[in-house]
């Protein structure tokens, strides 16, 4: 079965500094894969997906996430973290039928 | 903008009381899904559809039903609420060939006293 796993529960980062989040997945085929957003009382909001091609993709907010098959892995990143990027972010791989299997998640803080 | 529609935001139901979570999305979707989300957990899918009156078992089916009488509504029914149900519940919607983006609701925050 697929599996999503997002080693950090809490990171937190300087407002300025750089970020990465991290995100391994357990799937047989090639994965679509996910981050979402979610501010507190909010639904969640999709940042970027990966489907295939190009392994950087750019998302909204000046998010990126890079595909590396090799390590199973599928890191977001920002080179500089506002204030208001605080939230909880949940990595996501696509299964058949447009399912999506979550990570548990990891909430950013960030410190001014 | 596509918009995902849960009509109770907040609920407070006594242990045993028959619920009903409420979604509507207006993006003409196929696919629609209810999830819980608790903390350490990430979200848990309870059921999803694929089509009107068509329904699937997620991951987590036990203590929850769903009904689909019409393609943009998909309905979330614990059946006797208890307090390990309490959670926040997540309806979701896509089109549905694999790998598209789906879009979620706000939340229904459902507390079982």
């Known amino acids: 079965a697929q599996s999503v796993t997002q080693p950090d529960i809490h990171i937190t980062v300087s407002e300025g500094a750089s970020l990465e989040l991290r995100c391994n997945y357990s799937?047989?085929?090639?994965?679509?894969l996910f981050w979402y957003v979610q501010s507190p009382g909010q639904g969640l909001q999709l940042l970027l997906k990966y489907f295939s091609g190009d392994t950087l993709v750019q998302g909204i907010k000046g998010f990126e996430a890079e595909f590396k098959r090799s390590q199973s892995s599928f890191n977001l990143r920002k080179p500089s973290v506002h204030w208001s990027d605080a939230a909880e972010y949940f990595c996501a791989v696509g299964e058949k039928g447009n399912k999506l299997v979550f990570g548990a998640g990891t909430i950013l803080r960030v410190k001014s | 903008d596509v918009k995902v529609t849960q009509s109770s935001r907040y609920l407070v139901k006594r242990t045993g009381e028959k619920v009903f979570l409420e979604c509507v999305q207006d993006m003409d979707h196929e696919n629609m899904f209810w999830y819980r989300q608790d903390p350490g957990l990430g979200l848990r899918l309870i059921y999803f559809?694929?089509?009107?009156?068509?329904?699937e078992k997620g991951d987590i089916p036990e203590g929850y039903s769903v009904s689909r009488e019409k393609k943009e509504r998909f309905s979330l029914i614990l059946e006797s609420a208890s307090t390990n149900q309490t959670s926040m519940y997540l309806c979701?919607?896509?089109?549905?060939?694999?790998?598209?983006?789906?879009?979620f609701g706000e939340g229904s925050w459902l507390t079982v006293v």
């Open positions: 559809s694929y089509d009107v009156k068509m329904k």
């Open positions: 979701a919607s896509g089109f549905s060939s694999s790998g598209n983006t789906i879009y």
């Open positions: 799937y047989g085929a090639t994965p679509y």
